[in-house]
């Protein structure tokens, strides 16, 4: 089995991709980071409006903006810490509001 630091996906190994992570965060600042995580939420926010006002959307403009809320919500982990250990807590909390009464 491969070794889960180059494990790829689409060809981007997470060694390789917490590199550029990290070095966004070391040549920007932690705070600018913060700032552009915020406004990459915002656009994502925007085209999920469209999408509800609508009833439909260019899926690409959506790909594109869950990418980029993707890939800051990843330097948001290296920023404050991993949160891994919350989202399973809170996926099983969700997991028991879905299947209770089943």
């Not at 099983?92 to 009464?101: C, I």
Request: hydrophobic share 40%; aromatic share 4%; proline share 1%.
């Amino acid at each position: 089995m491969e070794n889960q630091d180059h494990a790829t996906t689409g060809g981007m190994t997470q060694e390789r991709e917490a590199k550029i992570l990290e070095g966004a965060i070391e040549k920007w600042g932690a705070t600018t980071q913060v700032v552009v995580a915020i406004e990459e939420l915002s656009e994502l926010q925007k085209e999920l409006c469209k999408f509800l006002r609508y009833g439909s959307c260019d899926a690409l403009t959506m790909h594109d903006e869950m990418a980029d809320v993707s890939i800051m919500l990843n330097q948001l982990s290296l920023i404050f810490g991993d949160p891994t250990d919350r989202e399973i807590a809170k996926l099983e909390r969700l997991e028991g509001r879905v299947f209770r009464n089943e």
